[in-house]
């Protein structure tokens, strides 16, 4: 059995190498979900509090080359809510290829109703943020682990750090939310080797939040779905539902088109605290389908209690 993994191993090294595996890969369930921070810059700041996101995935693959995602994330809000500012450092591994990205962040709101109103009032307010991220790409391709000698486009690693930028824009109202965003416009456009693809994926991500009570929410229902078109790769599509039980414990699942399934669990502590596990169930067969996955995030003030 080992035997027949390493040849596939082999092969799906091999393949990625030629057809340029991608620097970023889609964030799972849990992690777009829970920080939506990670895919679209004009979220810093949304929160009336700042807050800081650790997120692991793939941390338990035992077969060497699966994919697996480190990131950590902070963002606060500045002027009243009208600015944001975030920082975040995000590193992913798949096959001999490892991508860190290191970026600073920026958003600035539009607030599109008056929030001026009495304290009795219930307001739902309406804005319009755009995200802004600079920072830079630390890639790396380690071929000769390959051991392909006969061929010239593996007779060398890959190491090569490059300018990144990302913009992002995010419609809000009340309980419903919808954005677009390009993490890394630039690609691979200041590469100085020709064999270094770097991917420009395109974000859209959308959901709402149906409470039970307006007044004393109990039970929170948070369908939403996320898009991405990547050239050269088939269009993704991910449908996502989760529950959360008096703001302490949250359980979920997702679909991501011909790719995989997805559950999360998690836990609310002490107010500022938010614990998740998830896990990722591979549609097919292959044996690097099925990961395993922690999100752990502080918020402060009042943290994640409703308001």
Known sequence: MRKHQYIFFLT???????????????????EYNYNPFLINAAYAGVENYAEATLSNSGFN?????TPKNLAFTFNTRLNEGKMGLGVGII?????????????????????LNDNSHPYWKIYDRSFISFGLTAGALLYSENLLQLGLQDDPNFAENIN??????????????????????????????????DN??????????????FATSTYDPQLILKPSLLFKYENGAPFQVDVNLS??????????????SS?????IVGFYLLKNFRALYNYSQNSGDAPIG????????????????VN
Not at 168 to 173: A, E, K, R, Y
Not at 196 to 208: D, E, F, H, K, V
Not at 247 to 256: H, L, P, V
């Open 160 to 193: 090569t750090t490059l300018p990144a930028a990302g913009i992002g824009i995010l419609f809000g109202h009340a309980n419903f939310f919808a954005g677009v965003s390009m993490p890394n416009v630039l690609g691979d456009t200041f590469a100085n080797q």
């Open 12 to 30: 799906f090294l091999v393949i990625g190498n030629i057809l340029g595996i991608t620097a970023q890969q889609t964030p799972v369930f849990s």
């Open 290 to 305: 099925n990961t395993h996955g922690i999100i752990l995030s502080y918020r402060a003030g009042n943290g994640y209690a």
């Open 91 to 111: 590193n992913d591994e798949i096959g001999v290829t490892t991508a860190t990205q290191v970026f600073a962040a920026y958003s600035y709101k539009i607030f």
């Open 61 to 65: 693959n035992e077969f060497e080359g």
């Open 243 to 256: 529950f959360n039980y008096q703001n302490s414990f949250e359980i979920g699942a997702g679909y991501r």
């Open 196 to 209: 270094i693809n770097i991917s420009r994926p395109l974000y859209a991500y959308t959901g709402y939040h």
């Open 259 to 263: 790719s995989s399934l997805n559950f």
